[in-house]
Antibody, heavy 120, light 108 residues
Framework: EVQVLESGGGLVQPGGSLRLSCVVSEFTFSTYAMSWVRQAPGKGLEWVSTIGGSDGTTYYADSVKGRFTISRDNSKNTLFLQMNSLTAEDTAMYYC?????????????WGQGTLVTVSS | EIVLTQSPGTLSLSPGERATLSCRASQSVSSNYITWYQQRPGQAPRLLIYDASSGATGIPDRFSGSGSGTDFTLTISRLEPEDFAVYYCQQYGSSPPTFGQGTKVEIK
């Protein structure tokens, strides 16, 4: 069974930075795309970013473009999200998900999430 | 971007009843690339349906999806206690992938 485990969330001041990590096991990590999806408290789901499997092409939501950077280390089955210039609107649970490429991407295996709180 | 509107916002039903959830897109979804997710309180979303009507691995057959173009439906044939949750649709026919705002299925 695929296991997805995020870490790195926490409390950060506005304007600060945070780096999230996600380890995936029991999975051919390097061949699959991976994504981050977030959920603000009491709100719905919002796609944040996706990175391709083999070619590593990156995609970002307009709301985070230029501030967030997605990357991966295939040797360690690990996905990252570097978040800079954080604002209160970035406060959310951040989910890591394996991403199936059909059309664009959907999200088949999800972690339990890591909470990011941006507040002074 | 494609906007997905789910209705109703809340569905109040009893165990054993049939649930019908709607997801309407602001424009036609390419190849009917629609998924449905279930999110129980305090848990991560779980993939139920992909390609509008294909069940994900391990999903009970009481969950079914249908629709095409701009109108899609998730049906739960007989509600079990564990089915009371929030359900989201998502389109992946075009970038960016977008989600509906969710439908909460609550116990009546």
């Amino acid at each position: 069974e695929v296991q997805v485990l995020e870490s790195g969330g926490g409390l950060v001041q506005p304007g600060g930075s945070l780096r999230l990590s996600c380890v995936v096991s029991e999975f051919t990590f390097s061949t699959y795309a991976m994504s981050w999806v977030r959920q603000a408290p009491g709100k719905g789901l919002e796609w944040v970013s996706t990175i391709g499997g083999s070619d590593g092409t990156t995609y970002y939501a307009d709301s985070v473009k230029g501030r967030f950077t997605i990357s991966r280390d295939n040797s360690k089955n690990t996905l990252f999200l570097q978040m800079n210039s954080l604002t209160a609107e970035d406060t959310a649970m951040y989910y890591c998900a394996t991403s199936y490429n059909s059309g664009w991407y959907y999200f088949d295996h999800w972690g339990q999430g890591t909470l990011v709180t941006v507040s002074s | 971007e494609i906007v997905l509107t789910q209705s109703p916002g809340t569905l109040s039903l009893s165990p054993g009843e049939r649930a019908t959830l709607s997801c309407r897109a602001s424009q036609s979804v390419s190849s009917n690339y629609i998924t449905w997710y279930q999110q129980r309180p305090g848990q991560a979303p779980r993939l139920l349906i992909y390609d509008a009507s294909s069940g994900a691995t391990g999903i009970p057959d009481r969950f079914s999806g249908s629709g095409s173009g701009t109108d899609f439906t998730l049906t739960i044939s007989r509600l079990e206690p564990e089915d009371f949750a929030v359900y989201y649709c998502q389109q992946y026919g075009s970038s960016p992938p977008t989600f509906g705002q969710g439908t909460k299925v609550e116990i009546k």
